[in-house]
């Protein structure tokens, strides 16, 4: 009856009117919802206060990256001007050195210019003055002069023309100290080739060369090393059966010449790169000492190490780049 009632009052007041229960329902939803939209208010109230709190956070790191960064990039800057100021130092040093030694290598071949004139002219001329001497002697004594007489002024001229030898080659091996040297990259393989067409196309030992890639030196005296190093092999390999020379690397920076020769005992030591050193007699072997003495100083030039060994019945000329290679 009440229902009825209210939908008739309903429809002559046009509004929509309730029961107490529904009402009371929805009292309640309404009160819910307040308390949700309360509950949303604090919860955005919340976020909003956690958001400005990360992004202060996060000004704050950004700051402190930034004056870490400006930290770490001022020791940088200051690090490179202290290695521009080391560099600068150490150029200005190796301007120094570099002008110490072009005077010193200057003097030495004023030195040098000055004991190849003295000999050419103050030692050779007693020689000259031997030979001629001895050949006139020789000549005034003619078929009547006895025979221990002819044999001492041959021996005479012989051992002046020896003499002559010796001072040629200590000229030669004071230049090769001083004189300028022209290094640049060259082929192993063609080098060598080049050497062996040149001095030992007709020799009696076989070479074989075994070698590639390319080393950094100046070509003509390079060339002259390798062509004492290779001729002492030649000149030991003669009287063995089967005598072969090999040229090789054991390394990109080691070149060996390997010969099956007659050697050399171990007493020698040191000396064997000492100039007019023999390590067998004259009845033996010809030569004066010079060619090992010659490649070793050649050698040094360029800081290539050489040695000479004997292993079992081998004979092993080495030659090692040092560490920085080919650089």
Known sequence: MLRLLLKLLSFV???RLLTPEQAKSQQLE???????QVALETLSSKLRSELKRQQALALQQIEKNQDSHKQTLTAQLSEIDSLKEALSQLN??????????????ND?????????GTIAHDFRAPLRAIDAYSFFLADDLGENAP?????????????GKRMGVLLDALIEYLRLGVCPLNIQLHDLNDTLMQVVNEHFDFSPVPIEIQVHG?????????MKAFKELIDNAVKF?????????????????????????????????????????RMHGNDEFDGEGIGLATAERIASRHHITLNLNRVGNQTVASLQLPEHGLN
């Open 13 to 15: 007041t046009g509004q």
């Open 30 to 36: 309404l009160d819910d919802l307040r308390t949700k």
């Open 92 to 105: 200005q040093s190796v301007d120094i050195e570099t002008q110490r030694q072009i005077k010193e290598n």
């Open 108 to 116: 030495l071949l004023s030195q040098l210019n000055w004991l190849s």
């Open 147 to 159: 025979p221990e007489a002819s044999k001492s002024l041959e021996e005479i001229r012989r051992n």
């Open 214 to 222: 390319k080393w950094r030196f100046d070509k003509p005296m390079m």
């Open 237 to 277: 390999s003669r009287p063995v059966e089967s005598p072969k020379i090999i040229i090789r690397q054991s390394s990109a920076n080691n070149l060996e010449i390997i010969d099956n020769g007659v050697g050399f005992s171990d007493t020698h030591g040191a000396q064997k790169f000492q100039l007019f050193h």
